[in-house]
């Protein structure tokens, strides 16, 4: 028997859906080291059928993060490197006429995929960025007079580096809304960093495909039948006001730096990132402290900030700390809630 013969028969045996996350998680953490939140936000947005906003400066592992979470999962994977000079065409795909047929043909572009990289995609104009908001909403690209369906899982992981702002174009405020979260990746701590030297000095281990996508449609369905108490829904779209709204919310204070607080985009998001970390910790039902361990990710970049904060350097998360704080959380009575699954 070989070494890995074990460990395969190991995850096949997981068959509960928390099972199956943990041993694909697993199975990733042997080519990733460290980044536990950020995998854990890959795989929140996978279960809820969303999209992903990595910021953090390069050699951070979020190229590699995706391509592994492709192959551990079966689907297709493509990256586009955003460069000034992309075109809407480069991602969504074109028609071309063809002489000897005097027909046009379809190109599709590389969207058409399961897992799509949108690599520093603050390089690229307004145009480009705006050419993912229909197939990152409706999963759908139309070219001509014709829609064409992407995959199914489909997420958008785009990443952007806060270091430079030569030649880089700020996301419009439209599309921003569209991804579930944006995660703040920082620097490996030095064990962590460690461990990335020493296994940069043998070959990267083969990962294995743990789950297929038929598998994750089902996770997908169990996570939408996550159970989610009024009292959860009803803090969730409590923190959303009280970034619109500070002085009905006893966050008076913070409103000369909120020019807009969050859309509602928020709140639903809250709520559907909230019920998938409950699946990924083990349980059936979301609880308050699920939306306050995701509520920074998912609405940091949905804030707009007033020139006076940008002038005190009063970031998104600072005023979101404070609202999370002045807004107590609901309790919740456990004894009739489901178990998880």
Known sequence: MTNDQPRLAAVG?????????ESALFEIKR????????????FIALLAKGHLLLEGVPGLAKTLTISTVADVLGGTFHRVQFTPDLVPSDLVGTRIYRPDSGKFDTELGPVFCNFLLADEIN?????????????MQEQQ???????????DPFLVLATQNPIESEGTYPLPEAQVDRFMMKVVVDYPNFSEEMAVVQRSLVDRPAVNRVLSLDQLHELQQVTANVYVDRLVAEYAVALCMATRYPQQ????????????????RGSINLV????ALALLRGRGYALPQDVQEVAKDVLRHRLVLTYQALAEEVSADALLTAVITAIPAPRIDLAHEPTAS
């Open 141 to 151: 690209v139309t070219i001509g007079q014709t829609s064409y369906p992407v995959g």
């Open 272 to 275: 559907h990132a909230a019920r």
């Open 31 to 42: 080519v990733i080291v460290g980044q536990e939140g950020m995998l854990e936000r890959v």
């Open 123 to 135: 390089r690229a104009p307004a145009k480009v960025q705006s050419a993912l908001l229909e197939v």
């Open 13 to 21: 045996q997981a068959t509960t859906p928390h099972g199956q996350l």
């Open 249 to 264: 919310y006893s966050v008076g204070h913070l409103d000369p730096y909120i020019a807009y607080g969050a859309s509602p």
